[in-house]
């Protein structure tokens, strides 16, 4: 009933930037917040940034002052620009979403397949 795809993964050098994006379509009928995950090998998936719908965000210690989440509600679509990437930000990024969806009772929270980030050093 309800996709998310992120795309925009991809190999960098440190210091570089990239810019993903995730579109949720299918039945949707409302989004709360959107957030962006990651998960490196051999560790748990941990919260990177969120945004709510009214554009409140969130950011892990980590990566606060070189990515920045954004969102347009219009086309479904969150994204994330990462600037001043780190090899320690590698990792699979998956985009979440908090939505209702046509006919449903109450929101749940819907998740991307991931798209891979690999800083190189």
């Known amino acids: 009933q309800v996709q998310l795809v992120e795309t925009g993964g991809g190999l960098v050098q440190a210091g570089g930037s990239l810019r993903l994006s995730c579109v949720a379509s299918g039945s949707i009928f409302s989004i709360n917040a959107m957030g962006w995950y990651r998960q490196a090998p051999g560790k748990q998936r941990e919260l990177v940034a969120a945004?709510?719908?009214?554009?409140?965000?969130n950011y892990a210690d980590s990566v606060k002052g070189r990515f920045t989440i954004s969102r347009d509600n219009a086309k479904n679509t969150v994204y994330l620009q990462m600037n001043s990437l780190k090899p320690e930000d590698t990792a699979v990024y998956y985009c979440n979403g908090d939505i209702r969806t046509w006919g449903g009772v109450g929101s749940y929270v819907y998740w991307g397949q991931g798209t891979q980030v690999t800083v190189s050093s």
């Open positions: 945004i709510t719908s009214g554009g409140r965000t």
